[in-house]
């Protein structure tokens, strides 16, 4: 199975996953500050800035598409819930 490695900026961490691994898994794994709120109904609450290889990470979704459209989300940001890191390197941080 391919891998990848996340880096979480704020926090200094690299970690190696699985593709197809969500961002949101990885951030549990490693207690990095991607906070979330979708168990309590506040989607976008875990808006993350991909700071490169944003080229590693599977297209939006439809759904992750208009969220980000709604919250007005800078380009080059995504939901952690909803990114898959698929191969290569992403270097990412809470927005």
Avoid: N
């Amino acid at each position: 199975m391919p891998k990848a490695k996340v880096t979480f900026e704020d926090i200094g961490v690299t970690i190696t996953v699985p593709a197809g691994t969500r961002l949101i898994e990885v951030s549990e794994r490693v207690g990095a500050a991607i906070t979330y709120g979708c168990r309590e109904g506040e989607c976008g609450t875990c808006l993350t800035q991909v700071i490169s290889g944003g080229e590693h990470l599977a297209e939006p979704s439809v759904l992750e598409d208009q969220v980000l459209k709604d919250m007005f989300a800078p380009r080059g940001h995504r939901l952690a819930c909803q990114a898959q890191v698929l191969d290569g390197d992403v270097v990412v941080k809470p927005a």
